[in-house]
């Protein structure tokens, strides 16, 4: 039976007139402020550069034909959604700065939550028009402006996060003097490193709107973040330090349903107890789901895109459900002590990776943001971060003390052996090894179970179009007799009249 075969070249060719056909519907819209689908940004960012290259040494290995169809079928389906923004949907920015200045004297409790209220509207008003630059430089796929701003991208990260933690700060000591109002002069050298912290952000405030061109935001942009310097460690040390107080009792901070402080750990987790092990766990878990309440009351709101909710929810969704299961399957072994600490402090480690698109939806809910600007962020984070793997090593047949334990031939080190005994000797073959510390070996042997599934993946054949049209024509009808011959029948049918005649022939 004739079997159809894609040419590769051919629907690459048909890939490039579709990028083309819609860089050519954005360049035609007479506006500076554009909306275009996030999954559809992320294709014309990261594919239209690389597929226009004049340089016919394309690796077509690397590229996945019924990827690229897909993603062709999906840039139609969503070409109409492509559209100028409208007037009322820019964001804009205040029309008074507070406390350009200087900030006043402060002389009771009030006057201070007044003054960090105010400064708090101003930082959140210089992040949604960062996050507002940064989300048109992907939508554009400006790559000349990308490079330009990188740097000062970089150094902005590394100043907002010091801002961040002065901000949390301050908010503790707030908590703390409130009921006790004759205090409030603790709170005053606070705030005023919180105005100057804030001042790149006047400047940038105070120089951009959002009518402006993008070239003109990013040249703000870099003029305000460039050179900025970033503060002194012993700032850095003052912002984690605990405020000290004259009186003997202190106020405890009030419970709220503010996100709490992400659990980072400063090195490695070595966990020595199963108790300290299931601790941190516990923590991780509720810094997550206070993560996962402010998504699901943003992604809920009824203003919001429907099929732009769709999307979040899906590509969130698929990642929780791995991070659940690894939180999970932690909690249950080391509540039982069916895992050593060991093994737990992997699985830790794996967990903490995994944490990191939560960490960064934190930050960006610091300030406030809207639903459109937070469902954008989930599906960039999360559709783009890898799920942990290492709840699978407890889901094997053969327990883990009898793949990992000590060496056969070395008793004080550590190896990783296979799970079947050779039926010659009678003993595991030896798949790492030897290590100094257990540790080392369950890392070992998560990276093999990894790659292991990667390379039977990659061993399984692509099915064509013909196999799977006999497996279809199979399941629906089981007493059709040749279901390849149909499928044959069905090929030449819709096969155009040229190669037709050239099959004929």
């Not at 360049?27 to 996030?38: G, Q, V």
């Not at 239209?48 to 990827?67: A, P, W």
């Not at 430089?137 to 990188?150: C, G, Q, R, S, V």
Request: charged letters at 30%; one cysteine or more.
């Amino acid at each position: 039976y004739l079997r159809p075969e894609t040419e590769p070249s051919a629907v690459l060719e048909q890939y490039k007139n579709v990028l083309q056909t819609l860089k050519s519907k954005i360049d035609s819209l007479d506006c500076n402020h554009i909306f275009i689908p996030p999954d559809i940004a992320r294709i014309l960012y990261e594919k239209y550069h690389y597929l226009t290259n004049k340089d016919t040494d394309i690796q077509l290995q690397s590229l996945s034909i019924s990827d690229l169809k897909q993603e062709m079928q999906k840039i139609k389906d969503r070409l109409d959604d492509i559209r100028c923004l409208d007037t009322t949907d820019i964001k804009t920015i205040p029309n008074e700065l507070p406390y350009k200045s200087g900030l006043p004297t402060i002389t009771d409790f009030d006057t201070a939550y007044q003054i960090f209220t105010d400064l708090d509207m101003v930082f959140r008003a210089g992040e949604r028009l960062n996050f507002y630059i940064w989300r048109r430089l992907y939508n554009e796929a400006n790559d000349d402006l990308l490079y330009k701003i990188a740097d000062a991208g970089s150094k902005h990260t590394t100043y907002k996060a010091f801002v961040l933690k002065l901000r949390s700060r301050i908010k503790q000591i707030l908590e703390q003097i409130k009921h006790d109002k004759d205090k409030a002069h603790i709170i005053e050298p606070w705030l005023e490193d919180y105005w100057n912290a804030l001042q790149p952000y006047y400047k940038l405030l105070e120089t951009t709107n959002y009518t402006q061109s993008l070239q003109k935001l990013v040249d703000a942009y870099n003029a305000t973040f460039s050179n900025i310097k970033i503060p002194h460690p012993e700032l850095l040390q003052k912002t984690q330090s605990k405020p000290k107080f004259t009186s003997e009792t202190e106020n405890t901070i009030s419970k709220s349903n503010s996100i709490p402080e992400p659990p980072i750990l400063t090195e490695r987790p070595n966990f020595k107890t199963h108790a300290d092990a299931l601790a941190y766990v516990k923590k991780v878990d509720r810094f997550l789901r206070a993560v996962k309440r402010r998504i699901y009351d943003l992604l809920w709101e009824p203003n919001l895109d429907p099929e732009l909710r769709r999307q979040a929810f899906s590509a969130f969704r698929t990642y929780d459900a791995e991070v659940n299961d690894l939180i999970s399957t932690l909690q249950s072994n080391l509540r039982t002590r069916q895992i050593d600490p060991d093994l737990a402090n992997v699985m830790i480690e794996d967990l903490i990776a995994a944490t990191q698109p939560y960490t960064d939806i934190a930050d960006l809910l610091e300030y406030e943001p809207t639903p459109e600007d937070l469902a954008e962020e989930v599906i960039m984070r999360f559709s783009e971060a890898e799920p942990p793997t290492s709840h699978y090593l407890l889901k094997s047949w053969t327990p883990i003390e009898k793949i990992v334990r000590r060496c056969y031939d070395a008793p004080s080190k550590w190896c990783v052996y296979s799970e079947k005994k050779d039926p010659k000797t009678g003993k595991r073959k030896k798949l790492g090894g030897p290590y100094d510390t257990k540790q080392e070996a369950l890392k070992r042997l998560r990276q093999i179970e990894y790659f292991k599934r990667i390379n039977k993946a990659r061993r399984r054949p692509p099915k064509s179009w013909f196999d799977r049209c006999v497996e279809s024509v199979k399941r629906k009808n089981k007493n059709i007799k040749d279901p390849a011959a149909l499928c044959a029948w069905i090929w030449y049918y819709w096969m155009s009249p040229s190669a037709k005649r050239k099959y004929a022939s």
